[in-house]
């Protein structure tokens, strides 16, 4: 970014609601830390700063004197041989400095970027589901790289732009204050108070513009990714055309509000170039009367000339980078304040880690709801002992998926508790509670990576027999090594290259290779045709057993040989019991099972059998 102009095309979002941040400068003392990691190299570039500057001061005085001792009878030969020597040499040096400036803050400004982005990255990972579930991901995705950006612009500006140029306004009207007339200095120091004035008054009157421009391009961007996210929902409903109408709802105004911070800049570049004329005008005059009445020489000309073009040449961008500088702030402030959501979910001071060896859970009287105003579990109790296999059935909505959220600890209970071997989840670690359990989930999003990556993610750097052996087991081998590039064959976003049923069986060898000591199957074969489901529900009950296990099901045939089946309605147990036990009852269970069979010996196929809807 440097010797540079920085251009008018940088977005910022407004906090959310449209407030403004709760402290611009916020940022800065959250980014010192940060920068103190490496004192020593912010010191020694500081030092380069200053001498540069003082070398770049230094050109116009040498310059001054080879006019001088060029003009009239004090030309000599020898004198301009030297003074021009000098004035190469402090040319030279002026870059040398910069270049050793940037060269040794140049690690300063990327680790900060790297570890920021790094702890934010970390960070979102920690935070609870409800949290992910609320969020928008373009406008977060927009924020973090805004963020990331403005700390690289912020340190830029401030060490290449802002501080040379304060230092070299100091130098310069200290020498002009020094050598000459006071009023060299006074016209100088009044354009300047003039020129910072009116840029920060407009400055802060074209904010409203940039505010909206931003506040558009967030939320388009966000529609943009959401509508590319469901691109087939759009096809299915033909809806191409009113996604396109949406997104340029968004850019319409964008482009509105542009157009007004384009005209408006205008105005301020023209009024600054006023400003900066007059001043460079004001002070040209009087030096060229004082060579005139006899009171300057051809070089103090020169030399005042030189200072006026060192100065006003930055202030051109000082505009530009007060807004920057502004706007790289308020970025960094969202991005920090990612960093400030709250967890929800968090490891109690010195929690052990999980030693599960042959686990027994239990839910004892938990009650949850994602929302205060609607119970999802409703004192619900039962125990999977230590190799045992649960099985859970009812209508949707019912809260059986809900009780794998929780055993994974992706909700805390709200009241009840559960234990594994007797102790509160809550009271181990995250990280180890869920090494111990494998899940296989209805909805299987994969990596768009290959389908060797994907089942590999179960146990990052397992061996690649092992990762066969966890295909062959959930009888996907055969399909994989039929595909044009085998395992490197990449899934696509979300996995969209493949079937549901495919998918779900990647999702099965990735379970398998995790080799938990808890197994979770959340519809594990809900995508698969009935020849597979049986394959795949024989190999399910071959490495569930020996392994606590819990299953979640709408098919019950799926769940006939459990150890024991819950019925759940509307939060609770309302029946529980082996599948010939509940059949006997010929209670709730009884009806489903009646309702399945009717519904398989109706259909033409067999995959259709599902529970019916609450």
Do not use: C
Request: cysteine-free; proline content about 3%.
């Amino acid at each position: 970014m440097r010797r540079h102009a920085p251009t008018d095309a940088l977005f910022v979002s407004p906090p959310k609601g449209g407030a403004q941040p709760r402290s611009e400068w916020h940022a800065i003392r959250t980014l010192l830390p940060y920068l103190m990691e490496y004192k020593g190299r912010v010191a020694l570039a500081i030092v380069f700063l200053v001498a540069g500057k003082l070398a770049n001061v230094a050109v116009p005085l040498v310059l001054k004197d080879i006019v001088d001792s060029l003009s009239g009878e004090r030309a000599a030969l020898a004198v301009p041989v030297a003074l021009l020597a000098a004035y190469g040499v402090l040319r030279f040096s002026t870059t040398l400095f910069t270049e050793l400036r940037e060269s040794v803050f140049a690690r300063v400004t990327h680790r900060a970027v790297r570890r920021i982005a790094l702890e934010v990255f970390q960070h979102l990972h920690s935070l609870a589901l409800r949290f992910h579930l609320d969020r928008q991901t373009g406008g977060m995705s927009r924020d973090i790289e805004r963020g990331s950006r403005a700390i690289s612009s912020l340190m830029s500006y401030t060490l290449y732009s802002i501080l040379p140029t304060l230092l070299e306004i100091a130098l310069v009207t200290g020498i002009l204050l020094y050598k000459y007339d006071v009023a060299f200095a006074l016209i100088t120091f009044f354009t300047l108070a003039l020129y910072i004035g009116f840029t920060v008054t407009v400055t802060e009157w074209r904010t409203k513009f940039r505010r909206l421009m931003n506040e558009e391009d967030s939320k388009a961007n966000t529609r943009a990714i959401d509508s590319l996210l469901n691109y087939e929902t759009v096809k299915y409903f033909g809806n191409e055309a009113h996604e396109a109408r949406r997104y340029d709802e968004n850019l319409q105004r964008y482009e509105r509000a542009a157009v007004k911070s384009t005209t408006s800049l205008s105005m301020l570049n023209a009024g600054q170039s006023l400003i900066i004329a007059a001043g460079a005008t004001a002070v040209m005059w009087k030096a060229a009367s004082g060579v005139v009445d006899g009171s300057m020489t051809l070089g103090d000309l020169v030399l005042v000339n030189a200072f006026m073009i060192q100065l006003y040449i930055p202030l051109n961008f000082l505009g530009v980078l007060y807004r920057e500088i502004k706007q790289s702030l308020a970025d960094m402030e969202r991005m920090f304040r990612l960093l400030g959501e709250n967890r929800e979910i968090e490891d109690r001071a010195g929690a052990p880690a999980l030693a599960a060896r042959n686990p027994t859970i239990r839910f004892d009287g938990v009650d949850f709801g994602y929302d205060a105003r609607r119970q999802v579990l409703d004192g619900v109790s039962f125990e999977i002992p230590g190799g045992r296999t649960v099985a859970v059935v009812g209508h949707s909505g019912s809260g059986k998926s809900t009780l794998a959220r929780l055993l994974f600890r992706f909700y805390d209970v709200s009241g009840g508790r559960i234990t594994i071997d007797g102790i509160d989840i809550r009271d181990v670690t995250q990280a180890s509670l869920r090494a111990a359990i494998g899940i296989v989930p209805q909805d299987t999003v994969l990596f768009n990576d290959t389908i060797y990556y994907n089942i590999e993610y179960g146990r990052p750097g397992a061996t690649r027999d092992e990762v066969v052996e966890a295909a062959r087991a959930a009888h996907i081998d055969a399909f994989i090594r039929g595909l044009p590039d085998g395992y490197e064959t990449r899934v696509g976003e979300r996995g969209l290259k493949l079937s549901g049923g495919e998918k779900q069986r990647v999702a099965i060898a990735r379970a398998l290779l995790k080799a938990p000591k808890i197994l979770i199957f959340d519809e594990a074969t809900s995508a698969l045709d009935s020849k597979s489901e049986k394959a795949i529900q024989a190999e399910i009950d071959r490495i569930a057993r020996g392994r606590t296990t819990l299953m979640i099901a709408h098919r019950l045939s799926t769940i006939m040989d459990a150890d024991e089946i819950l019925v759940m309605d509307r939060g609770r147990i309302v029946e529980r019991g082996t599948h010939r036990m509940l059949l006997d009852h010929g209670g709730a269970y009884a009806q489903m099972w009646a309702l399945q069979q009717q519904e398989e010996e109706g259909a033409d196929d067999p995959r259709e059998s599902t529970l019916p809807a609450a």
